[in-house]
Each structure stands twice: as structure tokens, then as C-alpha cells.
T-cell receptor
Framework: QKEVEQDPGPLSVPEGAIVSLNCTYS??????FMWYRQYSRKGPELLMY????GNKEDGRFTAQVDKSSKYISLFIRDSQPSDSATYLC??????????????FGRGTSLIVHP | DTGVSQDPRHKITKRGQNVTFRCDPI?????LYWYRQTLGQGPEFLTY????????KSRLLSDRFSAERPKGSFSTLEIQRTEQGDSAMYLC??????????FGSGTRLTVV
């Protein structure tokens, strides 16, 4: 079992729909939860990050974290064709020695059709 | 601040050849990370540096892989005796301590 599970999709929605993207994780020591967007053949771009349980909103994007369930979500309102991309969840995982590195899910491919 | 820069963007090499990739991090970022990403998968951690010190290298895929960060500025990732299974996107990221992880556009390696 991977440390971070994410459904690869693809998820296909009509323009204007509300999109829900989700990840689960296994290690309660994981922290600092992030969402990245990645267009084809490009590097990941950080969309949002949050430290704690609860919701964080930024424009059309809302990140939600439930540490008790080890479950994180990204909601996209009024989705646009330009939102079509792969969305990667990530979180800081502890290394031996006390440092942390981002650990990623496999990404969900989102297609928003006009 | 021009972001994280990686060079080259695409490298095609013959099996058995050595390749080296370069990463220039954001100037004020003290940490630098290397990841590998294969098709349909998320980035997989390889190694990271804090300033010039390589603090974690146990996840490098084999002894054919090595990384350096002389003087704590740019970094290089070298793969010796490339194999077809090394074909992937190699990503570099930088951060200030444990936050603000910014990725470059990656170097796409094709081994033929």
C-alpha cells in the first residue's frame, strides 16, 4: 500500500461544474498538506497548502483537511477548460534524522470539457 | 526571482552513456530536492541538500545515480551507464527550510 493514495481518474466534468479531488494517507505523522497542478510535460505548480485540519479558500479553490480520517480534498468551483490538468496531492513525510520531504500521490487527471 | 531552472529540458541518450542534469534553485532557498516522475505516477523522491550538505541519499535508485551541490548553489544529478528504465522526467525543487516547495519544469530523459 502506498503512503498516499489518489485515484488516477480521469475525471471528466462539464465546464462550470464543482470538482472534488481527494487523497488518503496512512501515516499520522504526515503534515503540511499541499496541492499541485501539473500540465502535460511541465513541472508541478503549487496551488495551495495548509497545516491544519479545516478548510482554506483561495479564489475558486478550497483545500480541506481531516487529520482524524487522514483524508484531504481539493474543491474547484466553476471549473474551466483551462483547469484540465493532473492534480497532485502532497504532504510532508518524516525522514530519519528529523527532516521532512514532500511525498506525493500519483495524481488525478481532470478534464473539463466546454 | 526567476523560479527554479532546469537544464536541459529534454535529453536523448543512448543506453550505456552517462548524463548530467543541472538545477538552479531560487536564490534564497537553502534546500534543494531531486525527484523522478514516470508516466502516470507522482514524483518520487531521490535526494535532497541543505545548503551544500546532502542530507538524504538512501532513496537514490542505484549507485549509478549521484548528485552534487557545490557551494550550496546549483546542483547536478548524474546517471552513469544509463538504462532504458531510467527514461523519466527528472524534477528539481527548492524550498526555504520545510515549506514553499517550488518545482522546476523538469528534464525529460529518453534512453534509446
Amino acid at each position: 500500500q502506498k503512503e498516499v493514495e489518489q485515484d488516477p481518474g480521469p475525471l471528466s466534468v462539464p465546464e462550470g461544474a464543482i470538482v472534488s479531488l481527494n487523497c488518503t494517507y496512512s501515516n499520522s505523522a504526515f503534515q503540511y498538506f499541499m496541492w499541485y497542478r501539473q500540465y502535460s510535460r511541465k513541472g508541478p505548480e503549487l496551488l495551495m497548502y495548509t497545516y491544519s485540519s479545516g478548510n482554506k479558500e483561495d479564489g475558486r479553490f478550497t483545500a480541506q483537511v481531516d487529520k482524524s480520517s487522514k483524508y484531504i480534498s481539493l474543491f474547484i468551483r466553476d471549473s474551466q477548460p483551462s483547469d484540465s490538468a493532473t492534480y497532485l496531492c502532497a504532504m510532508r513525510a518524516p525522514l530519519s534524522g528529523g527532516s521532512y520531504i514532500p511525498t506525493f500521490g500519483r495524481g488525478t487527471s481532470l478534464i473539463v470539457h466546454p | 526571482d526567476t523560479g527554479v531552472s532546469q537544464d536541459p529540458r529534454h535529453k536523448i541518450t543512448k543506453r550505456g552513456q552517462n548524463v548530467t542534469f543541472r538545477c538552479d534553485p531560487i536564490s534564497e532557498h537553502n534546500r534543494l530536492y531531486w525527484y523522478r516522475q514516470t508516466l502516470g505516477q507522482g514524483p518520487e523522491f531521490l535526494t535532497y541538500f541543505q545548503n551544500e550538505a546532502q542530507l538524504e541519499k538512501s532513496r537514490l535508485l542505484s549507485d549509478r545515480f549521484s548528485a552534487e551541490r557545490p557551494k550550496g548553489s546549483f546542483s547536478t544529478l548524474e546517471i552513469q551507464r544509463t538504462e532504458q528504465g531510467d527514461s523519466a522526467m527528472y524534477l528539481c525543487a527548492s524550498s526555504v527550510a520545510d515549506r514553499g516547495y517550488t518545482f522546476g519544469s523538469g528534464t525529460r530523459l529518453t534512453v534509446v
